[in-house]
């Protein structure tokens, strides 16, 4: 008997009893459909948070102190005060290098009028915008005067200017930062992003400014000293010599032979956080992929009643000539068209449903999704195992009966 | 008939002893026959379990105890499960009393089956011809359902001589039928042997039934009583 042949007596057999079948089939169209829809949730979380890390630039390092080493104690990393606005300067002079963004920054409220918010206060200068691909929606960004004169301005991140301007005009106001009167001169543009990755949720202010006047309680670098460099480079191919000539120059201004700051790409951070998304994404295909199973015990179920219900058939085939192996072919082949017909529906649901709750709204982000082709590929593939593993035991109970019992069997 | 008569089936001190736990139970106690080739032969037993068993032997379903059986040149008494189909397949056309018919099945797609088995090829054509031999041209796409007992009767017995076996074992086929219908399929046999020289085997309880066949096997109590010879 041959592969077609055993496909039309499956075909046949399963559409005698329609409602089982597609009763069946709902197990398995259910499980599938979870484990797409919740891995294109995942891979479009991943899609999303990449795409944040991508929007700040690829071509982007970040230089932090190290941890000092106090009486053989190693404090927290990032927080030795070693890393200087000199040092900035002098990196911008090594070839490749686009642009230095020092920064320091730290955590506190704004308020204004009734309206208040807690964010991200981050000491900057004009560079900065440069550096990470930041742009100014209304307003100016602040200038290297303000620098100089240690102004006391503020631009606001979209999300900031929302909170305490909702629809009115933040340019020109004042207002109070960690109790500090602040003049907003200019609102940037809504960049999105979540959670820690969230860059509408903050303030700048010149560096210089957040040095002596907000340093206080803070955790701003004493004298010159910054956090982070920001340093954009010219491209990736760049990088590593960048990182190399980078680390001479500090090595030589910090009279260290060790290094006394770490160098980091944003393609680290990057993979750090494709990690965590995937660890997401196996997670929930994870949790739906036991509900295919449970489905596949439904068609190991269906298939034992169906191997009882059909014992005077099985006699008949065995006696007209079929051997074990054309029993057994014949019951395999119906789980699998079973389990691999629901499994393409549930494909064809599952991305459905990714569809319709992409876009929805959570919180200040929206869910993304992303149907990945290995997905369809790995859900097909499983629902036909499901299928082959849940249906070879009914299968070979079914080849192993007996012809005479089986043409007795009322 | 042929001139020279070659036996179709050899059955030489056939035993079948059934174990039910700790007893044994004899159904067959050393049964010895022959049947030639072209003959049309009713094995009758009034009763008991020895008739089953003995259907089931000749039809290859079950193997002897002891005992050898030689089916048309070949000893089957020592077959495994798959070369028992096999031989089912090849050499042998059942017809049962209950028809045993797959339910909700066209007569043609019946009489197809034992071929898709064997991967015969020509199996339309060849399917088409023996329900045309028994009658039923004008039925080929009904389903059981849809057929008289009589009609479901004839499609076994296509399905049974498709493939050109060497026998045609009924087990009493005329069981399920009114007298008009059994007499019709008692014809058709009657028909497909003289014709077609098919070795019809009718195992039977009913004399009447056996009396239309050319010689009768009378066993009882797992012994051959009388060969017919």
Known sequence: MNFMESVRIAMRSLSANKLRSSLTMLGIIIGVTAVIAMLSIGRGAQAAITNQINSIGTNLLYIRPGAPVQNGVRAAEGSAATLTMEDGTAISSVSNVVAVAPEVDSFGQMAYMGNNTNGRIVGVTPDYLNALNGSVADGDFVSSSNVTARSAVAVLGAGVAQTLFDTGEPVGQSIRINGQQFRVIGVMTAQGGTGFLNQDNQVFVPITTAMSRLSRGGRFGAGNSVQVLNVKITGPSAQTQVIQDISQILDQRHHVVQDDFTIQSQQDILNTASQVTGTLTIFLGGVAAISLIVGGIGIMNIMLVSVTERTREIGIRKAVGARKRDILAQFLTEATILSLSGGIIGIILGALIARLISGIQLGSSSISTVVDPDAVILAVLFSAGVGLFFGSYPASRAAGLHPIDALRYE | ?229
Not at chain 2, 20 to 35: D, K, R, T, Y
Not at chain 2, 97 to 116: G, K, S, W, Y
Not at chain 2, 182 to 208: C, M, Q, S, W, Y
């Open chain 2, 1 to 229: 008939m042929p001139p020279v008569l070659q036996p179709v089936i050899q059955i030489e001190d056939v035993k079948k002893i059934y174990k039910m736990g700790e007893v044994e139970v004899p159904a067959l106690n050393g049964v010895s026959f022959q049947i030639m080739t072209g003959e049309m032969v009713a094995i009758i037993e009034p009763s008991g379990s020895g008739k089953s068993t003995l259907m089931n032997i000749i039809g290859c379903l079950d193997t002897p105890t002891s005992g050898k059986y030689i089916l048309d040149g070949v000893d089957v008494s020592k077959l495994t499960d798959d070369q028992q189909a096999g031989i089912r397949n090849k050499k042998i056309g059942f017809v049962f009393q209950q028809f045993n018919l797959l339910a909700r099945t066209p007569a043609l797609d019946q009489v197809e089956l034992p071929m898709v088995y064997a991967g015969a090829p020509d199996r339309r054509q060849r399917a088409l011809a023996a329900l045309e031999s028994v009658g039923l041209k004008e039925r080929v796409h009904h389903r059981p359902n849809e057929l008289s007992g009589g009609q479901q009767q004839r499609v076994a017995i296509a399905r049974a001589l498709v493939t050109n076996p060497s026998i045609i074992l009924a087990d009493e086929p005329t069981g399920n039928l009114d007298s008009k219908s059994g007499a019709e399929i008692i014809n058709i046999f009657k028909t497909l042997n003289r014709d077609r020289g098919l070795t019809v085997i009718l195992v039977t309880h009913d004399p009447t039934i056996a009396a239309q066949a050319q010689r009768t096997i009378r066993v009882r109590d797992g012994l051959v009583v009388n060969n017919g010879n």
